[in-house]
């Protein structure tokens, strides 16, 4: 039980990542029915973005003032590939049977990762990622790493906006009124065509932020790590109910949490030694996706269509 706050620490920390990738899947299914496979890639894109800025900043540049600026050049190339795969790979097939779209967003997920191998300098292996100087700081008992209290900070900070956004703005509420009906809401006035980019942008810049956080965490970045991430992320968007944005964020923290104590506690369960460890902690988040669908096949919030955007 000593452990008992660094595990949650460590689960509410991995999950906020979960959760900030799963929004671009729970808010492009939410309107275009399209369950977005590339978004991994996207989130891996924007996190090479983020370091390419880094390396371009001169020696000895603050990185608490280099942070910033990695983030808007993450934004930058995770939402341009992200709208252009909207407007050159989905877009043409949005009147196709569903396997179609599926299909090329897994084979836009290759394309990206081969790009990124091929093209990006020295990308055969895993890139360093700057990291904050300076220990880690104790709270309620839990030992955080200060690179860790970003996404604690930006996660809560990027739902509440997003909140905002969506239920007090104009594009906002046609992103409601598109997840709802399309056709009507065109025949209203609302430019869907603007709105499905707006989804697929706003996803993008989440999974860029995600990705920041995840080299200030891991010191790395590679041209692997959207793929595990990518599907813990949809994971999460399914657990928590896909299309909704609140349940994105409720699923990753679950997700997180359980697999940080499936870590630290199945292998202390007699003879369920050969089951713990990190080893063991993905098959554990798959398990409880099983046994929360099993129960609740809508997800644990459901989906709401007033959110599905």
Same mark, same amino acid.
Request: proline share 6%.
């Given at each position: 039980?000593?452990?008992?706050?660094?595990?949650?620490?460590?689960?509410?920390?991995?999950?906020?990542?979960?959760?900030?990738?799963?929004?671009?899947?729970?808010?492009?299914?939410?309107?275009?029915?399209?369950?977005?496979?590339? +978004?991994?890639?996207? #989130?891996? !894109?924007?996190?090479?973005?983020?370091?390419?800025?880094?390396?371009?900043?001169?020696?000895?540049?603050?990185?608490?003032?280099?942070?910033?600026l990695m983030i808007l050049g993450g934004i930058v190339v995770s939402v341009a590939v992200a709208t252009a795969a909207e407007r050159f790979a989905y877009r043409?097939?949005?009147?196709?049977?569903?396997?179609?779209?599926?299909?090329?967003?897994?084979?836009?997920?290759?394309?990206?990762?081969?790009?990124?191998?091929?093209? /990006?300098?020295?990308?055969?292996?895993? +890139?360093? @990622?700057?990291? #904050?100087?300076?220990?880690?700081?104790?709270?309620?008992?839990?030992?955080?790493?200060?690179?860790?209290?970003? !996404?604690?900070?930006?996660?809560?900070?990027?739902? #509440?906006?997003?909140g905002l956004f969506v239920t007090k703005t104009r594009s906002g509420r046609g992103m409601q009124a598109t997840a709802q009906d399309p056709d009507t809401a065109k025949l209203m006035g609302v430019n869907t065509d603007r709105i499905i980019v707006m989804a697929f942008a706003i996803g993008a810049a989440f999974a860029a932020i995600a990705a920041v956080a995840y080299g200030?965490?891991?010191?790395?970045?590679?041209?692997?790590?959207? @793929?595990?991430?990518?599907?813990?992320?949809?994971?999460?968007?399914?657990?928590?109910?896909?299309?909704?944005? /609140?349940?994105?964020m409720l699923g990753g923290i679950v997700l997180g949490v359980a697999e940080s104590l499936a870590t630290g506690y199945i292998g202390d369960i007699p003879g369920m030694d050969l089951f713990g460890g990190g080893a063991w902690k993905d098959v554990w988040a798959f398990t409880l996706l099983i046994l929360v669908l099993l129960f609740r096949p809508q997800g644990l919030l459901g989906e709401r269509v007033a959110d599905r955007a």
């Open positions: 039980m000593n452990e008992l706050p660094q595990q949650l620490a460590n689960g509410l920390i991995l999950g906020a990542m979960y959760g900030l990738i799963a929004i671009g899947y729970t808010m492009v299914y939410g309107i275009v029915q399209l369950i977005n496979f590339a +978004h991994g890639e996207i #989130f891996m !894109v924007g996190g090479f973005g983020a370091l390419t800025v880094y390396l371009w900043m001169p020696d000895g540049f603050a990185l608490g003032a280099a942070v910033p043409p097939l949005r009147g196709a049977p569903r396997l179609a779209p599926l299909i090329t967003a897994i084979g836009l997920s290759i394309v990206l990762q081969q790009i990124v191998w091929m093209w /990006y300098p020295d990308a055969k292996k895993d +890139h360093p @990622f700057p990291q #904050f100087e300076g220990g880690p700081i104790d709270v309620f008992g839990a030992s955080i790493q200060r690179g860790d209290l970003f !996404v604690l900070i930006a996660a809560p900070l990027c739902m #509440f906006a997003l200030l965490k891991n010191g790395q970045v590679g041209f692997r790590m959207g @793929f595990l991430m990518g599907l813990k992320a949809f994971t999460a968007a399914v657990l928590g109910g896909i299309g909704n944005i /609140y349940g994105a």
